[in-house]
């Protein structure tokens, strides 16, 4: 397919109620409201398409970029285009599934890196997502390597950006539920960071308690 051609489909499937709940989760570009189920079919469609998703993600339409992400190969996403593209992230929906894409590629630990440390909310984001996909998906990485991020967590977690914030708590849930010896670790890390709080917007998000959570997720696994 070609841009104007999937511009069109996408203007064709969006709608007024849909534009509205992704505005009360914070999307302020320009949208069409299209459903994730219906951005899907659209990725089935046209399968892996990387010079499309590039072309997409440079509309700054929200759907249009959803779908970039969702088309676009991993292999050929270059450091220059992550970094071009973590600029633009203009809300939290779009930073998680590109956090997604971006740990799918070679350089997901360097990003992570990079970005943690960043000051722009989305990019912290996006950093923080990472740490969680790399402990939940690189089993080569030893314990040392995320247990080096419970302190920074429980040190920084409550004056770091909003949106930074959820993802910290995230990454540690995600460390705590890589193994035992980290779950003990990452649960005291958690009793002493407290609750923690996130303004979610008009919607009914929460942000969840990291020890309850882990336990829960290590219930679930015994079973």
């Avoid at 007024?16 to 079919?41: C, P, W």
Wanted: charge should be positive; proline fraction near 3%.
């Amino acid at each position: 397919m070609t841009l104007q051609e999937t511009l069109r489909e996408l203007k064709l499937l969006g709608t007024e109620q849909n534009r509205k709940i992704y505005a009360r989760h914070g999307v302020t570009n320009e949208m069409f409201g299209v459903s994730y189920a219906n951005l899907d079919k659209l990725k089935k469609k046209i399968k892996m398409d990387h010079a499309l998703a590039a072309e997409l993600w440079a509309t700054g339409n929200h759907d249009a970029q959803v779908l970039a992400l969702k088309i676009a190969d991993p292999a050929k996403l270059t450091s220059r285009q992550m970094d071009a593209w973590a600029k633009s992230l203009g809300n939290d929906c779009v930073v998680d599934i590109f956090s997604g894409l971006v740990s799918q590629t070679a350089r997901a630990r360097e990003k992570m890196e990079q970005w943690i440390g960043s000051s722009q909310d989305f990019i912290g984001q996006a950093g923080w997502n990472l740490l969680a996909h790399l402990a939940m998906k690189d089993q080569e990485l030893p314990d040392g390597f995320f247990e080096a991020y419970l302190e920074p967590i429980g040190q920084q977690i409550h004056s770091r950006p909003n949106r930074v914030r959820h993802a910290m708590n995230g990454a540690l849930i995600a460390i705590g539920m890589r193994n035992p010896k980290l779950q003990e670790k990452a649960i005291l890390a958690a009793r002493k960071i407290g609750k923690v709080k996130v303004d979610h917007g008009e919607t009914s998000c929460q942000t969840p308690d990291a020890e309850a959570y882990i336990l829960k997720a290590a219930q679930r696994k015994r079973r």
